[in-house]
């Protein structure tokens, strides 16, 4: 059997997100446990040019909507960027995964030649469907994602690598 479009996207996007949405709830323990502020922690960046932990989870949650919405042409829910707290970002997580959810896998499966074109300041890179999930999609997800791990692994929240691979199941 062939790997589908919604096999390499819904699921592996499913997966990341409840494990950044777990490791939240670690970062919120912790800052708990130590008296830590966790408003602090969402302020954490790896270099000064380099967008905060808040943002870094905005934009997992928009990298994995968008790709769903742009393979099955649902429209994305928009979001205003406005999470200041770790339990607005993990109910901006909830909403990412409903949406996705949301859109059957015979919106996705088959569009491996659907024409994708982002648009940058800089310009636009065009892709096809398949080769816009692997060759952007997905790297650019976990991009985030590792970064938000990167960031409260190095604030001294525990976490491991199972944290970051999440529930396998």
């Known amino acids: 059997m062939a790997t589908e479009l919604y ?4 699921p592996v996007f499913t997966r990341g997100l409840k494990a950044l949405s777990a490791i939240l709830d670690k970062a919120a323990a912790h800052a708990a446990e130590t008296g830590a502020d966790p408003q602090a922690l969402l302020a954490l960046r ?3 040019d ?15 909507k968008l790709c769903v919405a742009r ?8 979001n205003e960027d406005t999470e200041t707290t770790i339990d607005e970002l993990k109910g901006r997580i909830d909403a990412t ?16 030649d659907r024409e994708v074109v982002l648009k940058f300041p800089g310009g636009e890179w065009p892709f096809k469907g398949q080769a816009y999930v692997v060759g952007f999609a997905i790297p650019n997800v976990f991009f985030h994602l590792s970064t938000a791990y ?4 190095q604030a001294g929240v525990p976490l491991g690598k199972r944290d970051f691979l999440g529930n396998p199941g």
């Open 71 to 78: 393979l099955s042409g649902a429209e994305a829910p928009v």
């Open 150 to 153: 990167g960031l409260l692994r």
């Open 50 to 64: 380099m967008h905060p932990l808040s943002k870094q989870v905005q934009i997992a949650c928009d990298g994995s």
């Open 7 to 10: 096999d390499l996207t819904v």
């Open 46 to 48: 790896l270099a000064p």
């Open 97 to 112: 995964l409903a949406f996705m959810a949301s859109v059957p896998r015979d919106a996705i499966d088959g569009q491996e």
